[in-house]
């Protein structure tokens, strides 16, 4: 039972567009969700996180939005650059059992 | 302050043999976890690891195991691999209290089974 589900699987933009990935989890004891960022040969990084009492939450381009009564959150990036093509994974951890359950990725490309 | 530091960055082994990765977490950190990377699966959690004890588990066979060391430096062992298993895995690291959210991934280990 996938416990978050992620979409798109992928995503063009030209450059200057926003892009938009969705996800939604069923496990209302998660309280944390955090969005990671891959680059190719490289480890996920943490972008930008979130916890289920504040509805949104910006830095820079970069913006969740957070709807707890449908358990759904969302990666908006403004503006698009060629270098944020990368693979974005969301998540949703419960702290206190210390385990992180990931969607299963978006690759998105931003074309110049 | 160094990273999670991941070792061998790739490996080729043949199907039936074993296998142990290794994983250094950043100084001070405890909990170690284990993902397995497909790019039809995604990021798949194996095991956590927490001041030498095994605390959370995945959907894995048992052909897959690890450990913690009291130094919190973590391995990864696979027997008996299957063509299955080729990946990257990737460790995380983070720190201890509610505070410490964030996990801190490795380059990962890339696993080509032959």
């Known amino acids: 039972q996938q416990q978050v589900k992620q979409s798109p699987q992928s995503l063009i933009v030209q450059k200057g567009g926003i892009s938009i990935i969705n996800c939604a989890y069923e496990n209302t004891a998660f309280d944390y969700f955090p969005w990671y960022q891959q680059f190719p040969g490289k480890g996920p990084a943490l972008l930008i996180a979130i916890r289920p009492d504040v509805s949104e939450k910006k830095e820079g381009r970069f913006t969740i939005s957070f709807n707890k009564s449908a358990k759904q959150f969302s990666l908006h990036i403004m503006d698009s650059q060629p270098g944020d093509s990368a693979t974005y994974f969301c998540a949703a951890s419960n702290t206190n059992a210390g385990k992180s359950t990931f969607g299963d990725g978006t690759t998105l490309t931003v074309k110049p | 302050k160094a990273g999670v530091t991941q070792t061998p960055r790739y490996l080729i082994k043949t199907r039936g043999q074993q296998v142990t990765l290794s994983c250094s977490p950043i100084s001070g950190h405890r909990s170690v976890s284990w993902y397995q990377q497909t790019p039809g699966q995604g990021l798949q959690f194996l095991f956590e690891?927490?001041?030498?004890?095994?605390?959370n588990k995945g959907n894995f066979p048992g052909r897959f195991s690890g450990r913690q060391f009291s130094n919190s430096r973590s391995e990864m062992n696979v027997s008996t691999l299957e063509l299955g298993d080729s990946a990257l895995y990737l460790c995380?690291?983070?720190?201890?209290?509610?505070?410490?959210?964030?996990?801190?991934f490795g380059q990962g280990t890339r696993l080509t089974v032959v």
């Open positions: 690891y927490f001041s030498e004890t095994q605390r």
């Open positions: 995380a690291s983070k720190g201890i209290g509610t505070h410490h959210t964030e996990a801190f």
